[in-house]
């Protein structure tokens, strides 16, 4: 696709559901970054891939939040039984290795809302 | 303290003014520094890029970087009701391929 795709949208989960939330990075991109933006804030860091490949998980914020990207293409983020403090914009970004791997191209994010 | 600090406004001009947006970063060995543009409700999207020391002009922006004193600004010639939007500043902290965002300054260009 021509933009980095997110889905959901909007996500309304009651507290202790499960949710699943997809990102389709730009074609060829092999970094692939999550961040969480919580309203009024900047986005925080929570996990990077390359290619399939998980580098870095230091940003999540407790084992219910979990990451993949099996194939090295579409990533999918969980967060097991969610609390109301996990209500955010979950944001997905990816950059090209051909370009500078720094520059990310944002999704239009997923409303988290935890009620 | 935050690793990449902003003030967060918000700053309000004149249009046809300069906007001028600072932030101020912890880490001594940081090498890449971005600017990234938020509309309310929208994702942020890249602006400019600095890697050396001194002013990278694009247009209407100009970003300084002054390493020594861990300070990244941007300039916003001749604002536009348009440019309102919260501005974030993002740092690849130390050695990291993985930018870092302060918190963003609103910016309000009022007619």
């Known amino acids: 696709g021509a933009g980095v795709s997110q889905s959901p949208r909007y996500k309304v989960a009651k507290r202790g559901q499960d949710v699943a939330l997809r990102c389709d990075p730009i074609?060829?991109?092999?970094?692939l970054f999550w961040y969480q933006q919580a309203l009024g804030q900047g986005p925080e860091f929570l996990t990077y891939?390359?290619?399939?490949?998980?580098?870095?998980k230091s940003g999540l914020p407790s084992d219910r939040f979990f990451a993949e990207r099996p194939e090295g293409s579409v990533s999918t983020l969980k967060i097991q039984r969610t609390q109301q403090e996990d209500s955010a914009v979950y944001l997905c970004?990816?950059?090209?290795?051909?370009?500078?791997?720094?520059?990310?191209?944002f999704g239009s994010g997923t409303q988290l809302s935890v009620l | 303290q935050k690793e990449v600090e902003q003030n967060s406004g918000p700053l309000s001009v004149p249009e046809g003014a300069i906007a001028s947006l600072n932030c101020t970063y912890s880490?001594?060995?940081?090498?890449?520094f971005f600017w990234y543009r938020q509309y309310s409700g929208k994702s942020p999207e890249l602006i400019m890029s600095i890697y050396s020391n001194g002013d990278k002009e694009d247009g209407r922006f100009t970003a300084q970087l002054n390493k020594a004193s861990q300070y990244v600004s941007l300039l916003i010639r001749d604002s536009q009701p348009s440019d309102s939007a919260t501005y974030l500043c993002a740092v690849s902290l130390g050695g990291s391929y993985i930018p870092t965002f302060g918190r963003g300054t609103s910016l309000i260009v009022h007619p």
């Open positions: 074609s060829g991109h092999v970094s």
């Open positions: 880490d001594r060995g940081s090498q890449s």
């Open positions: 970004a990816s950059s090209s290795q051909d370009g500078d791997l720094e520059k990310l191209f």
């Open positions: 891939f390359q290619n399939e490949a998980q580098l870095d």
